[in-house]
Nanobody, 120 residues
């Protein structure tokens, strides 16, 4: 069984910073793409940032230049450094990873979500 556990959410003032972490554990053969999504009340879940196993990154236009995604493959962990936070960044942030649990067996796993609230 594979688990993704997120941490680092909280309440911050506009202009502040937070760092989210997501650690994968369990029967892991390898980890492919790792991603951060967010979902604000009344809105659809949206992709915030993604990082490939090789370190290539992609960002939503709304967070480019403010957020940085990174990963530590030795720790099976992905991070999201969030700077210059805005009230519109308020959402539940979810970690997602495509994990090989065996050879040629890739599945998508989700974390439980962590709340980020940015006050104005």
């Amino acid at each position: 069984q594979v688990q993704l556990v997120e941490s680092g959410g909280g309440l911050v003032q506009a202009g502040g910073s937070l760092r989210l972490s997501c650690a994968a554990s369990g029967s892991i053969f390898s980890i492919n793409s790792m991603r951060w999504y967010r979902q604000a009340p009344g809105k659809q879940r949206e992709l915030v940032a993604a990082i490939s196993s090789g370190g290539n990154t992609n960002y939503a236009d709304s967070v480019k230049g403010r957020f940085t995604i990174s990963r530590d493959n030795a720790k099976n962990t992905v991070y999201l450094q969030m700077n210059s936070l805005k009230p519109e960044d308020t959402a539940v942030y979810y970690c997602n990873a495509f994990i090989s649990v065996a050879v040629a067996s890739v599945r998508s796993f989700w974390g439980q979500g962590t709340q980020v609230t940015v006050s104005s």
